[in-house]
């Protein structure tokens, strides 16, 4: 079986350069050129048809989520916009997943797994019964654990430091007591079910830095 084509679509060539690392590292995908534009986007699905594109919503011509619509192509969005408008636009576009920046490399490599089970699930040319149409869609979300549905003590704990107000992942790590690698693993997964908003704050120099702070319905 030939690997999965994906086609990374972000205007950021280092998190592009990143994500191409990452599926590069998953067996069984092949990372196309990434891309940067909308318009070069539908050019590159047109020319190199990828099985999967990877998108960004904010794209200097356009949006990644009509992208996604008019491509016709399997599609994971990949942005630091939580708000629920956005994330809803992004499923009703197709998205099969839509992960929240920034995430670890073991967030996409999940993703990128459970669909190839997905797609080997949905590969018969004979007619799917409902059984193997249910297995698919669980495969590409997961299935429900108590792990995702309690929070653990190192989640409380950062949910408490955000409780002093907005702060960075290294500011959240020094609050709690770990280690900032951890503290970005949890910011994102809370992110992720909508407990923690992220947004950008634009210094003089350098990357924009991502700050994170309680949800309205977190508590």
């Known amino acids: ?57 904010y794209l200097p011509d356009g949006d990644g989520i009509e992208v996604v619509r008019s491509c016709g192509v399997d599609a994971f969005v990949l942005s630091a916009a939580t708000d629920a408008r956005t994330v809803r636009r992004a499923f009703r576009a197709g998205a099969l997943a839509y992960l929240v920046k920034p995430f670890d490399a073991r967030t996409l490599a999940d993703r990128l797994d459970r669909y190839a089970r997905y797609r080997n699930l949905l590969s018969d040319a004979a007619p799917l019964t409902q059984d193997q149409i249910d297995r698919a869609a669980t495969a590409m979300r997961g299935a429900p654990d108590q792990a995702s549905v309690s929070r653990s003590a190192t989640e409380r704990t950062i949910l408490g430091a955000l409780a002093d107000g907005e702060a960075s992942a290294s500011e959240v790590a020094e609050r709690s007591g770990i280690s900032r690698a951890t503290a970005q693993r949890h910011l994102t997964a809370l992110a992720s079910r909508g407990l923690v908003e992220i947004s950008l704050r634009y210094g003089t120099t350098g990357r924009p830095e991502h700050r994170f702070r309680l949800a309205d319905a977190a508590g």
């Open 1 to 57: 079986m030939s690997d999965i084509r994906v086609l990374i679509i972000d205007d950021d060539f280092r998190v592009a350069g990143v994500h191409r690392d990452i599926v590069t590292g998953v067996r069984g995908f092949t990372a196309l050129e990434p891309v940067r534009t909308a318009a070069e986007a539908l050019c590159a699905v047109r020319a190199d048809t990828p099985d999967l594109i990877l998108a960004d919503v």
